[in-house]
């Protein structure tokens, strides 16, 4: 089997995972994509600018060595942010400072005075009935 078609299941697989995980009672799980994704991740609270708001947090990030530098942990992390039912997307602790500074460029922000640093992305409100 090649790599892309591994790499697709894999996704595919961590998906169907995820969506599980988000709809069960479970607050912080591992999830995984085959052997080749796995993501810790937590429903957690976080004070985002004074407001205490629900967060769909990613922990860890882990791709088998064989995969990496192939975009799929920047794929987890849109799909994981696109499918997010809170207003919050927190990513914490992000050792890798080019993750950190490509998630900025994307309209990320940063946590103050968080070491390793931490981002966040909020969902816009939708706009009230006219």
């Known amino acids: 089997m090649d790599d892309q078609l591994i790499v697709r299941r894999a996704f595919e697989d961590f998906k169907t995972n995820i969506a599980a995980?988000?709809?069960?009672?479970?607050?912080?799980s591992y999830v995984f994509g085959d052997d080749i994704i796995s993501v810790y991740t937590r429903k957690g609270v976080h004070n985002i600018n004074g407001a205490m708001l629900q967060c769909f947090d990613i922990g860890t990030i882990t791709i088998a060595d064989q995969y990496r530098s192939q975009g799929l942990g920047m794929r987890v992390i849109n799909h994981m942010h696109t499918i997010n039912p809170y207003r919050c997307t927190f990513i914490e602790s992000l050792i890798n400072e080019q993750l950190h500074q490509r998630l900025i460029r994307m309209g990320w922000k940063s946590v103050k005075d968080s070491v390793p640093p931490s981002v966040f992305k909020i969902t816009p409100l939708p706009p009230p009935p006219i």
Do not use: E, K, P, S
């Open 21 to 28: 995980f988000l709809d069960g009672q479970i607050r912080n």
